[in-house]
């Protein structure tokens, strides 16, 4: 064999996950066949009386994983070879808890971020879990203390903070799996919830889930598809703290641009930056979107009785010296939206409002409200009315 062929192969077997041994693989050729788990499960039973978790594994493998370990790339672009099944996972951001309720998998989590406690109306179920901390504060001793054998966190923010509690979890216990999935971010949301269905054999509920998603998603694509780009709206987008905008390399940029606006800050260097109040005023935007739920705005959600809070925030925006003389503020199209329904994994939610906000007539027929309910009464399974409780969004015209 050629020098530059052993190097390739050599080097092929340095980067690909090894695959690990498989419980009921009798003959070794890495699948678990038909044959093979009904020899491990009479062999269980003759010994004993019941299945062994080994073999209930194996028998995971073989329904949802065509008998062999599960290659992944998650949206990290990490590949991982999962040779058994998700029973202990923590998650460790809200998103990632409203992702596996939509899947039916919320009887796998043992840990949950800190700030699920202070959801009481929206994650009811999860008011005694043991919290982990958060990504930017982790605590590590009740994450290991809870022998999880995977990990859910984020892909594509905090980077630092999430390699940090990788490299301390893998320290300690290096067979603990950490798997990276943002699940707020529209053009991935689909492919992560479809690869999170299949790692936890919730494929059939991912596509039930996504046949609701991705229509809502297709049709706000399709209809601002066609209007040319320099006749789109220009928006402002203003997250939680005053004059903090989003730019590319942000979900909030990703979720303005899809829904039809052109974002005035779109050539910032930087995905969140901090913008300049005599910029805001000289690009003179057709749209403002505020958003709370956090930092300096913390108001509204779910476990508001109604949007009144958010009422003020729309006050003192149109308020904010020069803002007279802004077309959005001069049309009456200063929009507050709470960042359960836009920064989640419900964004579609809050995008089917920018693109009505944005292009009232082209979406006449969209009716967000409704969007919200079925969503949270089929896939949440939560008997809440946001017709009339919490509070959402805010702003003239507001459907």
């Known amino acids: 064999m050629k020098k530059p062929v052993i190097i390739a192969i050599l080097f092929l077997i340095t980067i690909l996950p090894v695959c690990p041994d498989i419980t009921g693989d009798s003959n070794g050729d890495d699948r678990i066949s038909t044959g093979e788990l009904s020899s491990a499960i009479l062999a269980d039973l003759e010994t004993g009386e019941s299945v062994s978790p080994e073999v209930m594994d194996a028998a995971f493998m073989y329904r949802y994983w065509n008998g062999t370990p599960l290659m992944i790339t998650d949206t990290a672009n990490r590949t991982t070879i999962l040779d058994k099944p998700v029973r202990r996972l ?53 994450l290991l203390a809870l022998h999880p054998d995977t990990i859910f966190i984020y892909a594509t923010i905090s980077q630092d903070a999430v390699k940090t509690i990788e490299d301390q979890v893998h320290n300690l216990d290096p067979s603990i799996r950490v798997l990276r999935f943002d699940l707020f971010r529209p053009e991935v949301y689909p492919a992560e919830a479809r690869i999170i269905g299949k790692i936890l054999g919730k494929n059939q509920e991912a596509e039930e889930f996504l046949s609701f998603y991705e229509p809502v998603m297709n049709s706000i694509r399709n209809r601002v598809a066609s209007i040319p780009e320099m006749e789109r709206k220009t928006v402002y987008f203003e997250s939680w703290n ?4 989003a730019a590319p390399g942000s979900g909030y940029h990703e979720k303005v641009v ?44 779910y476990n508001d009785p109604d949007n009144s809070a958010l ?19 001069q049309q009456n199209k200063v929009y507050i ?11 579609f939610i809050g995008m089917q409002y920018l693109a009505k906000w944005f292009y009232p007539d082209l979406f006449a027929d969209c009716d967000p409200l409704k969007t919200h309910q079925e969503y949270l009464n089929r896939f949440q399974h939560l008997a809440f009315d946001p017709a009339i409780r919490g509070g959402f969004v805010y702003g003239n015209a507001t459907c």
Request: without cysteine; negative net charge.
């Open 90 to 142: 923590i998650a460790y951001d809200g998103s990632t808890l409203e992702t596996l309720r939509s899947l039916n998998a919320s009887n796998l989590i043992i840990g949950v971020p800190q700030n699920a406690h202070d959801e009481q109306t929206f994650f009811p179920e999860f008011q005694n879990t043991p919290d982990v901390g958060t990504v930017w504060s982790p605590n590590i001793e009740s």
């Open 242 to 245: 005053a004059y903090k905008s």
């Open 258 to 301: 899809f829904s039809g606006g052109r974002n005035i800050f779109a050539d910032s260097s930087t995905p969140y930056p901090a913008v300049d109040p005599e910029a805001v005023l000289r690009l003179a935007p057709d749209i403002i979107i505020k958003q709370v739920g956090a930092g300096e705005a913390n108001v509204g959600g």
């Open 311 to 329: 009422i003020p925030v729309h006050d003192v925006l149109v308020n904010r010296t020069g803002w007279r003389t802004l077309p959005a503020v």
């Open 337 to 347: 939206i709470q960042s359960d329904i836009l920064g989640s994994a419900s964004h």
